[in-house]
């Protein structure tokens, strides 16, 4: 079996992403990831911490999208799947 497969290569953080360039500029992330856990209960699990980090980078994402004006209606869009009010 090869094992380079399964070696994890060092951090490098000027390296592009995987996912491709970020929509979002965060600059303070790191203290804004530590405000986010603090204020997390102490009994707070992976998934809870999880979660709110989707959270924040979803909400974040929908702003980008405002900002840049990529936002439907929700009467168009209603209209455009034949839901009535």
Known sequence: MNKELFERPAYNPTAPSLRGPSTVST?????????????????????????EVELRASVERGRADSDAGRIVAVEDLMKELGIEE
């Open 27 to 51: 600059p303070p992330t790191k203290r804004e990831a530590h405000e986010l856990i603090d204020a997390l209960p102490d009994s707070a699990t992976w998934e809870d911490v999880a979660y």
